[in-house]
């Protein structure tokens, strides 16, 4: 019983965090990427999942593999699923090439 109720608190802070993420900008980080209606354009031309498109959002920014793990409150090993399913999705093999991509389709 006590493994239970220490899980579901975890999940509710984990849950805390991110709302709180969302509303308050990341400290000495840019609040504007390239636009929500930019990233949501470019997810719909490419089919991607909602978790794919928060996980893109964070590496054109420049995040790391662990931060996006931190912010998402998920394992780096499941980052780097979403990474690799954005790459097979996008026909890119590296994070620039993820990066290019993306700005290319911008213009």
């Not at 991110?18 to 997810?43: C, H, N, Q, W, Y």
């Not at 909602?50 to 420049?62: N, P």
């Not at 394992?75 to 097979?88: D, M, Q, V, W």
């Not at 890119?92 to 993306?102: A, P, R």
Request: net charge positive; aromatic share 8%.
């Amino acid at each position: 019983m006590a493994n239970g109720l220490v899980a579901a608190s975890l999940l509710v802070i984990c849950s805390l965090l991110i709302v709180i993420r969302m509303v308050l900008p990341p400290k000495g980080r840019k609040t504007e990427m390239s636009g929500s209606s930019d990233i949501e354009g470019f997810a719909q031309a490419y089919h991607l999942a909602e978790r794919e498109v928060e996980v893109l959002g964070f590496l054109i920014k420049g995040y790391t593999l662990n931060a996006i793990a931190d912010e998402l409150c998920l394992s780096p090993n499941t980052i780097k699923t979403y990474r690799t399913n954005l790459y097979r999705k996008l026909g890119v093999s590296s994070k620039q090439g993820l990066v290019d991509k993306f700005y290319d389709e911008q213009r």
